[in-house]
């Protein structure tokens, strides 16, 4: 069936650091790959996605390749801020499933 | 618009009681999710609605009873519910299509009594 494995956290950070969050997946065939970000008392907005192996999803400084060789599809952002504190999810096919999400603190 | 809308944002219920859960869409989505969320854990899927039409039900006790009357909005009926169900209960809408993104609401928490 299909799986995604998430680094645990929480990660803290002092701002400005550099950020990953390893995410691999178990799936059949190609499936497509999100992250989605879940800040305190909200649902979850799409934060990037890739939809082939070799693709690079990006928005507001963050990055995610699709490596099919290693199945995996890890977050990262050069410069972290306080206001990127929340909770990241990777997701696997149209988010019909779940990792089990890292919390992010950042302080100032 | 480009939102999904929860009604209600907070519910409090007796065991006992049938309450609904709904939500609405405006962005022509022709499916529509509903998630089950425990606090600290990532959202489970309970339903998917496909052009209206439920296509996946994830072995949902049957004191949830999703409905879906027109392409915009999408219902949950609770019945006979017990504490453990007391979550955040995300609904979500997207196009039809494999990498199609998912549009979420803000959530309903429910607190069983």
């Known amino acids: 069936g299909n799986s995604v494995t998430q680094m645990e956290g929480p990660v803290t950070l002092s701002e400005e650091a550099f950020l990953t969050i390893n995410c691999t997946y178990t799936?059949?065939?190609?499936?497509?790959l999100f992250w989605y970000v879940q800040y305190p008392g909200e649902g979850l907005q799409l934060l990037l996605k890739?939809?082939?192996?070799?693709d690079k999803g990006s928005n507001k400084g963050f990055e995610a390749t699709y490596r099919k060789e290693t199945t995996s599809f890890h977050l990262e952002k050069g410069s972290v801020q306080v206001s990127d504190s929340a909770v990241y999810f990777c997701?696997?096919?149209?988010?019909?499933?779940f990792g089990s999400g890292t919390r992010l603190q950042v302080q100032p | 618009d480009t939102e999904v809308t929860q009604t209600p944002k907070h519910l409090v219920m007796g065991m006992t009681n049938k309450k609904s859960l709904k939500c609405e869409q405006h962005m022509g989505h022709r499916a529509m999710y509903w998630y089950k969320q425990k606090a600290k854990k990532p959202p489970e899927l309970m339903f998917v609605?496909?052009?209206?039409?439920?296509?996946i039900n994830e072995s949902v006790p049957s004191r949830f009873s999703p409905e879906c009357p027109n392409s915009s909005l999408l219902n949950l009926h609770l019945h006979a519910l017990q504490p453990e169900d007391s979550a955040l209960y995300l609904c979500?809408?997207?196009?039809?299509?494999?990498?199609?993104?998912?549009?979420f609401g803000a959530g309903s928490r429910l607190t069983v009594l």
């Open positions: 890739a939809t082939k192996a070799d």
């Open positions: 979500a809408s997207s196009q039809e299509g494999g990498a199609n993104v998912l549009t």
């Open positions: 997701a696997l096919r149209r988010a019909l499933t």
């Open positions: 799936a059949t065939g190609y499936p497509s």
């Open positions: 609605y496909s052009y209206e039409k439920l296509s």
